[in-house]
């Protein structure tokens, strides 16, 4: 293989939220970096019809509904549906997941990174991705062959993971915090997902939206920051990448991050840094910049700037120097500037900010997951119950993660 080839990402969404993230890449025309890697999953197939109906719009009805789904929507588990409990949506996966890793390999087989997609506020996403970002990093089924093995143990798995609405029922806050401690550590309290992404649907909304398209800006913003990241793995000069994220945070164990975005200022009137600023206003969730502990600028711009030296990678590394100095930031970090197509000046920032104090999110969800822990520990029956001892565990992981990711 070429060693100059992009990295090849594969987008896998479970749940509804996700699903419905994910299958916006279907009614593109174009995926750089994904192309059509895209599986999304659910429990029960009418909650994957919004998927195949986007699918048929972008290749044209099918009359052979099984095998668009067989492609790229699997429905898995045989409780049609998880009831809002994250246990179920896990067990549901758990039951099907030979299906489930044969389904992947199929579709992703020799892919370089993955993005898994969950809301974090459900019970089938948030119950099942996490699992087999665990399955697939630390226990596959004996099932599967030898290849796939080999290849399963250098793919990166980046998680996605986005927070309820600060208003939602309090079994969302529950769920949220128990998604975010699954998708940091596995039961053996190892690094789970090799970075966790974060965004808040309450931080990121836009008073503007309503009514049908409740989610569009929140999700739009999302896929945003996915593209930004896609694109510095497939066009920059320098060499910086998925595997150069997420290194030395899982060496440092702060591994979560959010993005913060500024797009589209234009960048033959503002200084760079200004932009970074700007990006660094806008994370995707509520957090104080002050504590981060690991840093990447990605600069997004046109083409036509970068030959006619406007705008250069010194002038990137610099503005991200004097950035990070001006709030007494020494982070682990790296800058890189990306080309896109076309004129003008407009540029685009993402900032990937990771290792801050996860107590303003958490703030606004502990008191509702303290107030459930007691009553649904126990709860739910046969292969879905949480036990005690297991949300013990993944109280004490979450615990002991962000205990050394409080800032300064
Ligand atoms: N940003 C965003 N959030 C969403 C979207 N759809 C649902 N959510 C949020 O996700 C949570 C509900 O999760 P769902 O994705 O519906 O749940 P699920 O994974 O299908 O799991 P179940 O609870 O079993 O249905 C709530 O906190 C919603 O606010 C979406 O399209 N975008
Ligand atoms: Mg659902």
């Known amino acids: 293989m070429a060693t100059n080839t992009f990295t090849r990402w594969s987008v896998i969404a479970s749940g509804e939220g ?13 995926n750089p970096g994904i192309d059509e890697r895209i599986l999304v999953m659910n429990t ?3 909650d994957l019809r919004n998927t ?23 429905e898995f588990g045989s409780q049609a549906g998880a009831g809002n409990f994250f246990p179920n949506g896990e067990a549901c996966a758990r039951e099907d997941i030979d299906r489930i890793v044969n389904n992947i390999s199929n579709l992703a087989g020799n892919t370089d990174a993955f993005m898994h997609i969950a809301t974090l506020g459900g019970g089938t996403g948030n119950g099942s991705i996490p699992y087999i970002i665990d399955q697939f990093k630390n226990g596959l089924p004996d099932a599967v062959d030898e290849n796939v093995e080999d290849w399963m143990g250098s793919v990166i798995h980046a998680a996605f993971g986005i927070w309820p609405y600060y208003y939602e029922q309090p079994q969302r806050h529950f769920n949220a915090v128990c998604g975010l401690s699954r998708l940091l ?32 800006s929140i999700n739009n913003a999302i896929i945003r920051a996915i593209d930004l990241m896609i694109g510095a793995g497939r066009e920059t000069r320098s060499v910086i990448d998925i595997k150069d994220y997420v290194t030395i945070p899982s060496q440092m164990d702060t591994y979560h991050f959010t993005p913060a975005v500024s797009t589209g200022l234009d960048g033959s009137v503002f200084e760079l840094e200004y932009m970074l600023e700007k990006a660094s206003e806008n994370a995707y969730v509520p957090m104080d910049v002050e504590t981060t502990q690991a840093a990447y600028a990605i600069v997004r711009a046109p083409e036509a700037m970068i030959d006619n030296d406007e705008i250069s990678e010194p002038d990137v590394y610099d503005a991200f120097r004097d950035w990070t100095s001006s709030h007494g930031l020494n982070v682990a970090g790296q800058a890189s500037l990306t080309p896109k197509r076309g004129r003008g000046s407009d540029v685009d920032v993402l900032l990937l900010l990771g290792g801050f104090s996860l107590d303003p999110l958490l703030d606004h969800s ?25 949300l013990d565990r993944i109280v004490s992981n979450l615990e002991e993660y962000a205990d050394h990711n409080i800032g300064k």
């Open 18 to 30: 996700g699903g419905r993230v994910a299958s916006q890449f279907f009614e593109r025309a174009e």
């Open 44 to 46: 029960n197939r009418s």
């Open 185 to 216: 550590r596995t039961g053996n309290e190892r690094q789970n997902a090799d970075m966790v992404l974060l965004a808040s649907n309450s931080h990121l909304e836009d008073s503007d939206s309503e009514g049908d398209d409740q989610y569009g």
């Open 52 to 74: 195949i109906d986007r699918l048929e719009e972008h290749i044209g009805p099918s009359d052979d509904e099984d095998q668009l789904m067989g492609n790229h929507a699997i």
């Open 366 to 390: 502990w008191d509702d997951f303290e107030m459930l822990g007691e009553s649904l520990s126990g709860s739910g029956s046969g292969k879905s119950k949480l036990t005690r001892a297991e």
